[in-house]
């Protein structure tokens, strides 16, 4: 037997063990994580309200994100040895790459737009219903969930891409994988409103419609070429051609799984620009004996920065208790231009900068256009 159908039949027997399917030592297994678990669902939805502000409006819908080459930094990453601590991030599933990448202890995602914190309950409902990536890329477009499901969890991320792209849409799925979120969001700990329900229906049923090709949008501009779609940031790539999105292998899928199970991916509503967020979540990171290892920001310092809000926000990353080995990842919309680590390939350039250094710069304290800020003491993504 290979090493490779080694994990394979691992990887079956274990999902045979997962809740949700047949065995008794399972049944026993899913009980006793229930009951060590319910603390937890109590504790999580405390941490949302006490860490959430009332937000704020953005200009897109932020279902997907616009940044196609978020991988380009992961190498990076991974030469600077970056591995647990706490994460911090904004925006969409993004996340979950960026988090099955780093292996955090807890993460947290703030967003201005409360919107993106409903949508984090749909992605922690589907994390909590699918056994798999085969199961869970299913019920997020509302396809039929595959019968043979242990088999697929083993399928590379094209197979499993082209199945749903080959899944015709039938009512009855489409339902069910409604009726399994609404179940999943009593259970969360959050109280919803109608409305707050309503809009997370209106999230799962945009990904319905338009399955894979669902495509970012702005509010008010029109589609633009380089909008990628949810098929395109699935299949995306790092530096070196590898597919690492959190979809893109099994293990990734089931590390981030298990952080939302334990409740440790808290999405909450707040503006980085308001000093409150980050100091409340750095507060949590002190009581929890965790540092900073990650702060993704995308562009949001580009509009701190026109915003007037840009010192709080400094201010505000350096009291957060971080690791000396600390980074902020920032995407730039340059056209692939105006940027020594622009590529042809992609409108967004995604950047690595050292936390410790964004901190120190002394000419971050007078008034400055993104473009500088992002051409600023950068980590080099590519070797020599």
């Known amino acids: 037997m290979t090493m490779t159908t080694c994990r394979r039949a691992a990887l079956r027997v274990a999902l045979l063990l997962a809740p949700g399917l047949s065995g008794g030592h399972a049944v026993a297994q899913s009980t006793a994580r229930a009951r060590s678990d319910a603390d937890s669902v109590q504790n999580f939805a405390a941490l949302v309200g006490r860490l959430s ?55 947290f995602i703030a967003d201005i737009r409360r919107d993106n914190m409903l949508q984090h309950l749909l992605f922690k409902a589907l994390f909590a219903r699918a056994r798999n990536r085969a199961e869970y890329l299913a019920l997020w477009t509302g396809k039929r969930v595959p019968d043979d499901i242990v088999d697929a969890a083993v399928r590379p991320i094209q197979d499993l891409v082209t199945r749903v792209d080959g899944t015709p849409f039938d009512q009855v799925s489409a339902q069910r994988a409604k009726r399994l979120v609404r179940e999943e969001l009593q259970r969360s700990g959050i109280l919803l409103s109608g409305a707050d329900l309503t809009i997370i229906e209106r999230f799962h049923d945009a990904f319905i419609a338009a399955g894979l090709s669902l495509r970012f949008t702005s509010i008010g501009r029109a589609p633009q070429p380089y909008y990628p779609t949810l098929r395109q940031l699935i299949l995306e790539h790092d530096a070196t051609g590898r597919m690492r999105s959190y979809l893109a292998s099994e293990e990734s899928f089931q590390f981030v799984k298990d952080l939302q199970r334990r409740n440790l991916v808290v999405p909450l509503t707040g503006d980085l620009g308001d000093a409150r967020t980050l100091a409340g979540i750095g507060r949590v990171l002190s009581e929890r004996g965790d540092r900073l290892a990650v702060l993704y920001v995308s562009n949001v310092e580009d509009y701190l920065l026109r915003d007037g809000t840009f010192g709080a926000y400094l201010a505000a990353v350096r009291a957060l208790p971080r690791a000396s080995e600390a980074v902020i990842i920032r995407s730039y919309f340059g056209g692939g231009y105006g940027h020594p680590e622009a590529t042809a390939e992609y409108y967004a350039t995604q950047l690595l900068q050292r936390a410790d250094s964004f901190v120190a710069d002394t000419a971050l304290r007078r008034p400055m256009r993104y473009r500088e800020l992002v051409n600023r003491n950068w980590i080099p993504l590519r070797r020599p």
Do not use: K
Request: charged fraction near 15%.
């Open 53 to 107: 502000s009332a937000g704020g409006q953005f200009d897109t819908d932020n279902l997907i994100s616009n940044e196609q080459g978020f991988q380009q930094v992961l190498g990076a990453m991974d030469r600077l040895g970056l591995r647990g601590g706490a994460y911090i991030g904004v925006g969409p599933d993004q996340n979950f790459t960026y988090i099955a990448q780093l292996r955090p202890r807890i993460a």
